[in-house]
Nanobody, 122 residues
Framework: VQLQASGGGLVQAGGSLSVSCAAS????????MGWFRQAPGKEREFVAG????????LYGDSVKGRFTISRDNAKNTVDLRMNSLKPEDTAVYYC????????????????WGKGTQVTVSS
């Protein structure tokens, strides 16, 4: 599976932004998909994940209630809608293919996409 993220950019605090991930490969629908992020000087952290069926999601504590993950298996895409953005959401966001939502540590990721920068100004 090859993953390509897009849609990052610059937004003011309180604003909204969406990032999207396009996947190639016929086995996309078999994977749990997720988004991670990494800010300068910090470790990569889990943001959100969604099971292969689209039923069953998980969010990191810092984004609960503000971010929404969705997927379209027919189009091989997974999207992350980010609302009420804060400066601390500034990071490079990475799309990833996981095994499941039980263990969402970066070491459990099967495939990584190249990141897309999200910058939230105060």
């Amino acid at each position: 599976v090859q993953l390509q993220a897009s849609g990052g950019g610059l937004v003011q605090a309180g604003g909204s932004l969406s990032v999207s991930c396009a996947a190639s490969g016929r086995t996309f629908s078999r994977y749990t998909m997720g988004w991670f992020r990494q800010a300068p000087g910090k470790e990569r952290e889990f943001v959100a994940g969604i099971r292969w069926s689209g039923i069953g999601t998980l969010y990191g504590d810092s984004v609960k209630g503000r971010f929404t993950i969705s997927r379209d298996n027919a189009k091989n895409t997974v999207d992350l809608r980010m609302n009420s953005l804060k400066p601390e959401d500034t990071a490079v966001y990475y799309c990833a293919a996981l095994g499941d939502l039980v263990d969402v540590t970066p070491s459990r990721v099967y495939y990584w996409g190249k990141g897309t920068q999200v910058t939230v100004s105060s």
